[in-house]
């Protein structure tokens, strides 16, 4: 079965500094979308940024940007420019490409603190 | 569109109580999906749907009942409520095709049974 781990129950950052939140995942499967999400206060599940297994380059959405190894089973979110309204907590998720059971596969989540 | 909503936001139950957490969306989305998050965890897939008069189980579907009549809507029935039930349900769609298979979640409901 498909696993996602994050590592950092809790992350705190500068305002306008780098944070990088960590994501590993277990699976035996070969092609599969991985995928951040932000869940600020109002609980609106937000998705933040994909990444295509088959892609080799990395997906960067603005300030958004991630360190993906696939050969690790290695998912990692850059924040650049941390804003007072990235505090949230953010989850890493997966889901198998193809077949027809669509679900994502969640992580336990990062709460980050930004500080001003 | 207003997407993916959810209703009610908040309900507290007692036990063996039942009731029925409804989801809408207006995206022509062929896939739904009910979602529990339980506090300090990610969300677990209850079940989902990949179309009209299909369903099938996801991790945890015990205690849960769905249909899926029309492509917009996806009731989660809770059948003699338990305090194990006691969660934030989420309902998500998307339309399986190709590049196009991003998850839009609804806003939530929060469940307490007591």
């Known amino acids: 079965a498909q696993t996602v781990t994050q590592s950092q129950p809790e992350m705190s950052v500068q305002e306008a500094e780098t944070v990088t939140l960590s994501c590993t995942y277990d699976?035996?499967?070969?092609?599969?979308?991985l995928f951040w999400y932000k869940q600020p206060p109002s609980r609106q599940m937000i998705l933040v940024i994909r990444?295509?297994?088959?892609?080799?380059q990395n997906a960067t959405e603005n300030r958004f940007s991630v360190n993906f190894q696939k050969a690790a089973k290695s998912f990692s979110l850059k924040i650049s420019d941390s804003q007072l309204g990235d505090a949230a907590m953010y989850f890493c998720?997966?889901?198998?490409?193809?077949?027809?059971?669509?679900?994502?596969?969640f992580g336990k989540g990062t709460l980050l603190t930004v500080n001003p | 569109n207003a997407g993916v909503t959810q209703t009610p936001k908040f309900r507290i139950l007692k036990i063996g109580q039942s009731m029925t957490l409804q989801c809408t969306q207006d995206m022509n989305h062929n896939y739904m999906y009910w979602y529990r998050q339980d506090p300090g965890m990610g969300l677990k897939l209850i079940y989902y749907?990949?179309?009209?008069?299909?369903?099938d189980k996801g991790e945890v579907p015990n205690g849960y009942n769905v249909s899926r009549s029309t492509t917009e809507d996806f009731p989660l029935r809770l059948e003699l409520a338990a305090p194990s039930q006691t969660s934030v349900y989420f309902c998500a769609s998307s339309y399986e095709r190709g590049y196009l298979y991003e998850q839009y979640f609804g806003p939530g409901t929060r469940l307490t049974v007591t």
């Open positions: 990444q295509e297994a088959y892609k080799q």
């Open positions: 699976t035996s499967e070969s092609d599969y979308y």
């Open positions: 749907s990949v179309g009209a008069g299909i369903t």
């Open positions: 998720a997966y889901r198998v490409s193809g077949g027809s059971n669509y679900k994502l596969t």
